[in-house]
């Protein structure tokens, strides 16, 4: 796993588990983070749909990471 996204799911003291459609999306703050690859989303449905499809296809879609923020 690349060192940032590893980095982004160790700091587990500030995040909130949240269940979402059976995945495990991570909140810190206004920000929903998705479990899987580690991108950032404003709303949980695009967290959802990002983790999604990252665990079927072991892949990231830019349809749907081109709504991730920093």
Do not use: P, Q
């Not at 495990?24 to 709303?43: Q, R």
């Not at 665990?55 to 879609?61: A, G, H, I, Q, R």
């Amino acid at each position: 796993m690349e060192t940032w996204r590893r980095d982004a799911l160790e700091i587990t003291t500030f995040f909130v588990d949240a269940k979402i459609n059976n995945h495990m999306v991570k909140k810190v703050g206004k920000l929903n983070i998705c479990g899987a690859c580690g991108f950032k989303y404003k709303t949980k449905e695009l967290a959802s749909k990002c983790e999604a499809w990252c665990t079927k296809n072991k892949s990231c879609n830019l349809e749907i990471t081109k709504h991730a923020i920093n």
